[in-house]
């Protein structure tokens, strides 16, 4: 069983930068590749960035590329979502996910069904 805790949301405006944290509560979190997700009120769950288990792959919604970063820091059991000029219209709950799958393909990084494990949240508000 993983424990996966978000922070670093908040209420920002339009054009601001927020960087979540998720901490995993697992000896071997190097294994699990991470996932964010995020989900708007009255919409559904959308896949915005992953990272593999090495770090060696990226991956990103189309929406977020060249504004969102995803990295780790497996020292510390944590995955970071930098998230640049943000748009109102991105304020949403984000979620992330640890997943054990390994694939040289992107796919099952970007849908939710690919992550066994998933944290409680956390709100970011973009104010225009």
């Known amino acids: 069983q993983v424990q996966l805790v978000e922070s670093g949301g908040g209420l920002v405006q339009a054009g601001d930068s927020v960087r979540l944290s998720c901490a995993a509560s697992?000896?071997?979190?190097?294994?699990?590749?991470m996932g964010w997700f995020r989900q708007a009120p009255g919409k559904e769950r959308e896949f915005v960035a992953a990272?593999?288990?090495?770090?060696?792959?990226?991956y990103y919604a189309d929406s977020v590329k060249g504004r969102f970063t995803t990295s780790r820091d497996n020292a510390k059991n944590t995955v970071y979502l930098q998230m640049n000029s943000l748009k109102p219209e991105e304020t949403a709950v984000y979620f992330c996910a640890a997943s054990l799958v390994k694939s040289s393909g992107s796919y099952y990084y970007t849908i939710q069904g690919g992550y066994a494990y998933w944290g409680q949240g956390t709100q970011v508000t973009v104010s225009s």
């Open positions: 990272i593999t288990w090495t770090g060696g792959n990226t």
């Open positions: 697992t000896r071997t979190f190097s294994t699990y590749s």
